[in-house]
């Protein structure tokens, strides 16, 4: 990976959207080239998929909620059976294991308190947890799908010259 691969994915991680001929202008590259990357990108599972970020308002989902879960059990079983029973939820858009008090961590998006508390019930009915803590985001501040890309680690011949 190099610093053409870098402004690619930056470009990308921008508006998928951009026609390859508009990508390869912008990095100085002509488009053939620019589309081989692209694929090598694709194929090497540094990007994973293209997608659409929709406005949660105009999709009615509005309220975001953070679940903190606490289990009583810790076994590799009731983990799968977690993991498989928070996939049927739609609601549920990021699922973490964490570290320190909580054991996991859920991000739920619902049009309001009542679908919320409509999804906690259907959660608690397919699962057995030990305690269940909602937080409800009162604002958003700051949202973004875009990875910082100052961490990438860049072919040696290229981290030499700059």
């Known amino acids: 990976m190099d610093r053409l691969d870098k402004k690619i994915l930056r470009l990308l ?5 951009l026609a390859v001929a ?7 590259l002509s488009t053939t080239p620019c589309w081989r990357r692209i694929q090598k990108l694709e194929e090497e599972g540094v990007i ?9 308002v105009r999709v009615n989902a509005r309220v975001t909620v ?3 879960v606490r289990t009583g059990s ?11 029973v928070v996939q049927e939820f739609p609601e549920v858009i ?3 294991r964490m570290s320190g008090d909580v054991d996991y961590l859920l991000r739920v ?3 309001d308190i009542a679908a919320y508390d409509s999804f906690y019930k259907r959660l608690i009915a397919k699962i057995e947890i ?9 604002e958003q501040i700051k949202y973004t799908t875009q990875l910082p890309l100052d961490y990438l680690l860049l072919d040696k011949d290229q981290q030499r010259e700059g």
């Open 74 to 84: 810790h076994s590799v079983e009731w983990l799968r059976r977690f993991s498989e």
């Open 66 to 68: 953070f679940v903190s």
């Open 109 to 111: 998006v619902v049009p």
């Open 48 to 56: 994973v998929r293209r997608v659409a970020v929709l406005d949660p």
């Open 22 to 28: 508009d990508i390869a202008k912008r990095v100085g």
């Open 13 to 17: 991680q921008e508006d998928a959207t």
């Open 130 to 138: 030990r305690d269940v803590s909602s937080a409800f985001a009162m």
């Open 94 to 96: 990021e699922f973490y």
